[in-house]
């Protein structure tokens, strides 16, 4: 019989720079894999990929883009890793629930933040930069739909930099949530949740800080403590000079939200259409401050990696 430790080793494998980065206690910063996958158009996913990775490295961390290949969990790519999630064809979309198929069955695929928040926080990476989060669906009370995000973030020990929720779901149902799981939500200079395309949803949130040392301080304060092993969103807006027109997106997503319930679109459609709606709306400026509010993720992530770092 295998040892644990080599059952571990033939479906997580951290890259040699990510390993040596951990060992030695530098800031590392975990990104996700579906927006190179799923969510850009060929050429620019990979460039775009090569660029959030770049943006990690000018704030002094290491990237560790998560994805799974052939079965492993691979924790940090490669140039030829990059490559294939950014051209292979068929490759899944992996929440956390499709893991363990995916090592058995050696299948390649993107991760999603559910499958990314754990994958990072088992290989030892402790924070972890995205776009915007899963959460609460709209006519949740008829549909039951909530994303697997909230609960992965309620049990895995990991602080996420994001611009809020897709825009697309029930803010205020998934701040409740949020709160009713005992996820900590901290506002990066900001009073108010952001609207993931837009500066602000327009909802209060508890907690303001100031800095990355800031959030470094509620993590190391989470540690002290003890408790669940639950998550910390840090909230950074994009900025107000590259958010979505809000009335254009408060008009475009009126006009999706009425396209999918014409064509009945449900389930794990839904999010696909309404994004892919909103893009085709907008003449792609939605994508464009998604890019924008990833950009600022990523760099605020790759600040509160070496503040982290710095204090332990």
Request: glycine share 10%; aromatic share 4%.
């Amino acid at each position: 019989m295998r040892t644990t430790r080599q059952a571990i080793d033939t479906v997580l494998r951290p890259s040699d720079e990510v390993a040596e980065a951990l060992a030695q206690g530098a800031p590392v910063v975990a990104l996700e894999s579906t927006i190179i996958s799923h969510g850009l158009p060929q050429p620019r996913n990979l460039e775009v990929a090569a660029e959030l990775e770049e943006i990690v490295r000018e704030a002094g961390a290491v990237p560790a883009t998560i994805a799974v290949l052939d079965g492993v969990a691979r924790i940090g790519l490669d140039g030829e890793g990059l490559k294939r999630i950014a051209t292979e064809s068929g490759l899944r979309k992996l929440g956390f629930r499709d893991l363990p198929a995916a090592a058995a069955l050696g299948a390649s695929g993107a991760t999603t933040v559910s499958a990314t928040s754990f994958l990072a926080a088992r290989a030892g990476i402790r924070i972890f930069a995205t776009g915007g989060l899963g959460g609460v669906h709209r006519e949740w009370a008829v549909t039951q739909d909530e994303s697997a995000d909230l609960d992965m973030l309620s049990r895995t020990r990991i602080t996420v930099v994001c611009a809020g929720v897709k825009s697309i779901l029930d803010v205020p149902a998934t701040l409740q949530r949020l709160e009713t799981r005992g996820v900590s939500v901290a506002g990066f200079r900001t009073g108010e949740f952001p609207g993931f395309y837009l500066h602000t949803s327009g909802e209060p949130i508890d907690w303001r800080i100031e800095s990355a040392e800031e959030a470094a301080r509620i993590m190391r304060a989470q540690d002290a403590l003890g408790g669940p092993e639950s998550a910390l969103i840090v909230a950074n807006p994009v900025p107000v000079d590259e958010q979505l027109d809000p009335a254009l997106h408060d008009r475009v997503l009126a006009e999706a939200l009425a396209a999918a319930e014409r064509e009945k679109i449900t389930g794990q459609a839904i999010t696909p259409f309404l994004l892919g709606y909103l893009v085709r709306g907008t003449g792609g400026a939605s994508l464009e401050a998604n890019l924008a509010a990833v950009r600022g993720n990523v760099r605020l992530a790759g600040q509160i990696a070496a503040a982290w770092s710095r204090g332990n």
